[in-house]
């Protein structure tokens, strides 16, 4: 369906899932690698897939029939299996909510390491800024609301978890998760390319450093 007038979007699902998720991330793969003239950026979501088009040089619906050939292609995520990166981004626990979170979970310290630190974690997507990676799914343990009130500055290497998520802050921004850590490994650098570190589906570990 139209998204303004240079935009596309595509609609997967009504409800959110990891199965709809596998999907969202297989189309969105699928529809890069055809490197479509005219489509300036795909943008995964939890439901679908937001396509940008140049629509001064390409209508509505030439751009659609082209996605949609592609989106019937993509049956499974099976499509994307062998280009999943895994990541393994060393962190320091020694973040300024480690002890309330300790608290609010009832779990020790180490235990909260331990728990954050022994999961694999899948990138849902990027958002709020730039190489801003939601991983799913934190241990259930840990799941708590965000701070009540956010700080307006938290320093970028940031390791924090809210809900049953958990991200590292690639850039100085205010934010309202707890921080239980920080890494010196660099999340978004718009020297680089790509800038961002992670894209959606990667696999990240997160590594307790002495």
């Known amino acids: 369906m139209p998204l303004g007038d240079s935009a596309i979007s595509i609609v997967l699902g009504t409800e959110r ?15 890069a690698a055809e490197k479509l003239p005219d489509v300036q950026d795909i943008v995964p979501a ?6 940008f088009y140049d629509s001064l040089h390409a ?7 082209k996605l949609l050939s592609v989106c ?5 995520s099976t499509t ?10 060393p962190v320091t626990y020694n973040g300024p909510d480690l002890a309330d979170v300790s608290a609010s979970c009832r779990l020790s310290t180490e235990e909260v390491i331990a728990r954050h630190s ?16 939601y991983l ?10 965000r701070r009540p009130q956010p700080r307006p500055r938290v320093p970028a290497g940031s390791v924090a978890i809210a809900g049953a998520q958990t991200a590292v802050y690639p850039l100085e921004t205010p934010g309202g998760w707890h921080i239980i850590g920080r890494t010196n490994t660099v999340m978004f650098d718009p020297e680089r390319d790509p800038p961002a570190l992670l894209r959606p589906g990667d696999i990240v570990r997160f590594v307790p450093l002495p």
């Open 17 to 31: 899932s990891t199965d709809l998720l596998n999907r969202v991330h297989a189309t969105a793969t699928a529809l």
């Open 46 to 51: 939890y439901l679908g897939v937001a396509v």
């Open 59 to 65: 209508s509505y619906g030439e751009t659609s029939a």
């Open 72 to 76: 019937e292609r993509v049956m499974d």
């Open 80 to 89: 994307v299996t062998d280009q999943i990166r895994e990541h393994e981004i």
């Open 118 to 133: 022994r999961r694999r974690y899948t990138v849902d997507l990027l958002g709020f800024v730039p190489g801003f990676g």
């Open 136 to 145: 799913s799914e934190l241990d259930q343990s840990l799941q708590l609301p």
